[in-house]
C-alpha cells in the first residue's frame, strides 16, 4: 500500500502564490509518473501538470507559464508552485502517482486532496 500526504493549500488573493507538496510513503519500488488534478465545483476533474520520473513535463494550457510543477525523486515527492493566482483556479488539488510497486506492476494512487480558494 502507498499513502500520500498533501500539504500546501489555503486562501490566497488573486495575484499571489501558493506551493503545493504530496510526499509518497509505503510500498514503492519507484515512482513513475507524479501529477497534479483539480475539480472544481460542478466540474470534473482535469489533469493541471504532470511530470515523469525523468523530468519531462505536460501542463494543461490554463495553467502554463503561471505554474511549475517538480518533483524530488529521493524524497518520492512532487511539487506544484503555483503562481499569479486567478479565481478560476479555486478547486480541490489533488495528488496522483503512478507506482512501480513489483516486477511490471504499476498501481495508480490518489491524495486525500487540498483545497485552494483564490479571492477577487
Known amino acids: 500500500q502507498v499513502q500520500l500526504v498533501e500539504s500546501g493549500g489555503g486562501l490566497v488573493q488573486a495575484g499571489g502564490s501558493l506551493r503545493l507538496s504530496c510526499a509518497a510513503s509505503g510500498n514503492i519500488v519507484s515512482i513513475d509518473r507524479m501529477g497534479w488534478y483539480r475539480q472544481a465545483p460542478g466540474k470534473q476533474r482535469e489533469l493541471v501538470a504532470s511530470i515523469t520520473r525523468g523530468g519531462s513535463t505536460n501542463y494543461a494550457d490554463s495553467v502554463k507559464g503561471r505554474f511549475t510543477i517538480s518533483r524530488d525523486n529521493a524524497k518520492n515527492t512532487v511539487y506544484l508552485q503555483m503562481n499569479s493566482l486567478e479565481p478560476e483556479d479555486t478547486a480541490v488539488y489533488y495528488c496522483?502517482?503512478?507506482?512501480?510497486?513489483?516486477?511490471?506492476?504499476?498501481?495508480?494512487?490518489w491524495g486525500q486532496g487540498t483545497q485552494v480558494t483564490v479571492s477577487s
Open positions: 496522483n502517482v503512478l507506482v512501480l510497486v513489483g516486477v511490471g506492476r504499476f498501481a495508480e494512487y
